[in-house]
């Protein structure tokens, strides 16, 4: 019976102790969980791989290092100070002197050389003879020189003579005798001479009528000084022609 009765107390203590709030927590009772659809996660199918091209190099041994030479560094050109040499155009002489084959080269040469003769000749004539004497040609066919005038002429004839064996010499030829022929010199043609202007008479006296009527007085001045120098020639005519009457 005291068992019963202790057994009695504990559940009215408990009883009360829930009552007044000091008794056991109940316990939560789990939330509901939404429930989720099942996801199906894809199956990734595996690839096999495809076997390489080309086999795989065996592990061979380094290569030995080789020696990389510096690569050259560039210096900066230096600007040369000296000018370029300058071009110079051809002549008319130089370029028909280049054509030695042609009618027009040949005919330069032939000029060249009688030049060279004539500076030759020239070189053993009597200095007073230089201004009167035209080389036309000396070689062994034929020795001409041209006179301006008769008289020098007849000293060319006294002066060549002498001077032929130094000239063969000098060109190593035999030249034959000299022929000499008179060529005058041609004079240029000279210009006439304009004739002077001169005022009539009747010019001076309307030049004086007019500078007296002028109202500027140094026009007038200067038509009379003009008047006053036609004067003189006006009546140096009259003179002129009264004398001849």
Request: without cysteine.
């Amino acid at each position: 019976m005291s068992d019963a009765r202790a057994t009695a107390r504990q559940h009215t203590a408990q009883l009360l102790k829930m009552l007044r709030g000091y008794g056991p927590t109940p316990t939560p009772e789990p939330a509901a969980t939404e429930s989720k659809p099942a996801v199906i996660e894809p199956v990734v199918a595996t690839i096999a791989e495809a076997p390489s091209a080309y086999a795989h190099l065996r592990e061979a041994a380094p290569f030995p290092p080789q020696s990389v030479s510096p690569a050259p560094v560039p210096q900066p050109r230096e600007r040369s100070r000296a000018k370029s040499a300058p071009t110079f155009m051809l002549t008319v002489g130089e370029g028909l002197r280049s054509q030695s084959s042609g009618v027009l080269g040949k005919m330069v040469a032939r000029v060249d050389d009688l030049n060279r003769l004539r500076q030759i000749f020239r070189a053993y004539l009597p200095p007073h003879l230089h201004d009167h004497a035209v080389l036309i040609r000396m070689d062994q066919e034929g020795w001409e020189v041209h006179a301006d005038s008769a008289s020098w002429a007849t000293r060319l004839r006294y002066a060549l003579p002498n001077i032929r064996p130094m000239l063969s010499e000098h060109l190593g030829l035999d030249l034959p005798k000299p022929r000499i022929r008179v060529r005058p010199v041609i004079a240029p043609p000279q210009q006439p001479r304009r004739a002077r202007l001169t005022l009539t008479q009747d010019n001076a006296d309307l030049l004086e009528a007019t500078a007296r009527n002028l109202a500027d007085a140094r026009l007038g001045a200067a038509l009379l000084r003009l008047a006053a120098n036609v004067r003189p020639a006006a009546e140096a005519g009259e003179e002129e022609k009264s004398s001849r009457g």
